[in-house]
């Protein structure tokens, strides 16, 4: 009886708490204790403990504490290279045998960026409610801490690298062009030419790509030149500010089609535009519950259905009544 409990003393020991390693992934993909604890929902104090256990444990430093957060030391950086790879395979795991399971019940997560999440995909969720009553949603914006390919069932992203354990479609492209509110121009006036558009307010969504600057590839007009009165990281505030007469922005024109009574479009003979893809893990798809929110968010960007989301820019006049300003001189 002895060896038997002596063995299995052993085996406790030597068990690993996955727990401390979620926290240590945590930390090191937030950068800082605080970070961390606010993704995991526990308190700051805890993360800090169970991040000494797990140094102990391993007998190494993982982090060095700084006033402005935490960075890797040598060992931590192998760590998380193991900690993202064991956390791939839980995950692998649990596709492959939850594939078995052809019930529409259960929790389906999603990746999404904050505006699509906002303002396209919120307003379509009660239909698939009512649809899939069993089915529960859950929404990560890909901007959190806790987002990640492995984090989410499935992923709507506009990055198109594609990991060797994701498989990605394209689903279509997101079009931007300049949109103030009816009530700034109705306050400020309409610009008649480029030049009277550079004296008014505008505003900027600093997370763009460089290609989505507003001027970006007018040699006339730069950002140098622009005088930009109200920046965010976050879509949904801006395009919020510009629906209420904040200023004129880069906006996607899918919003034309939605708020045509509020929205103006500034159409100076430019446009940018970004694709999007809808990333799943190998292998997700043949679980039925998965499969059925895949299809719905196809079908959300059906390109003939939406010509909004079309690879090749449709104007928002061919679509909308929204009130297009062309330049007068």
């Known amino acids: 009886m002895g060896g038997i409990l002596s ?71 192998a760590a998380l290279d193991y900690a993202v790879t064991m956390q791939r395979s839980a995950q692998r795991l649990e596709t492959e045998l939850a594939g078995m399971d052809r019930s529409l019940a259960g929790q389906v997560s999603l990746r999404v960026p904050d505006g699509l999440a906002t303002y ?54 997101v079009h931007y062009m300049p949109m103030a509110s009816r009530d700034f121009i109705a306050t400020y006036g309409a610009p008649r030419s480029l030049e009277d558009v550079l004296t008014l307010r505008f505003l900027r969504l600093e997370q763009y790509d460089p290609s989505l600057h507003l001027w970006q590839r007018k040699a006339t007009a730069t950002d140098e030149v622009v005088r930009y009165s109200f920046t965010a990281d976050i879509s949904s505030v801006l395009f919020e500010t510009i629906r209420h007469g904040g200023g004129i922005a880069m906006a996607p024109t899918y919003l034309a089609s939605l708020y045509p009574d509020e929205l103006v479009v500034l159409d100076y003979d430019f446009h940018q535009d970004v694709r999007f893809w809808l990333k799943n893990s190998p292998g997700s798809l043949g ?28 104007h928002p006049s061919e679509f909308s009544d929204v009130e297009v300003i062309k330049p007068q001189t």
């Open 7 to 77: 063995l299995d003393n052993d085996l406790r020991r030597n068990v690993f708490d996955w727990d401390d390693l979620q926290i240590f992934h945590a930390v090191a993909t937030t950068g800082s204790m605080s970070a961390a604890a606010t993704v995991l929902g526990c308190q700051q104090s805890t993360v800090s403990k169970r991040m000494r256990q797990l140094e102990s444990r391993l007998s190494a430093q993982l982090i060095e504490r700084r006033a402005d957060g935490v960075v890797l030391t040598r060992a931590g950086s």
């Open 287 to 314: 679980i039925t519950r998965i499969k059925c929110v895949a299809d719905w968010i196809a079908e959300l960007f059906n390109r003939r259905l939406h010509p909004w989301f079309r690879e090749e820019f449709c």
């Open 120 to 173: 396209w995909l919120a307003r379509h969720i009660p239909e698939f409610q009512r649809v899939n009553p069993e089915i529960v949603l859950k929404i990560i914006n890909d901007r959190s801490a806790a987002a990640s390919d492995t984090a989410a069932a499935l992923s709507l992203t506009f990055t198109p690298d594609k990991a060797m354990d994701t498989e990605a479609r394209a689903l279509g492209s």
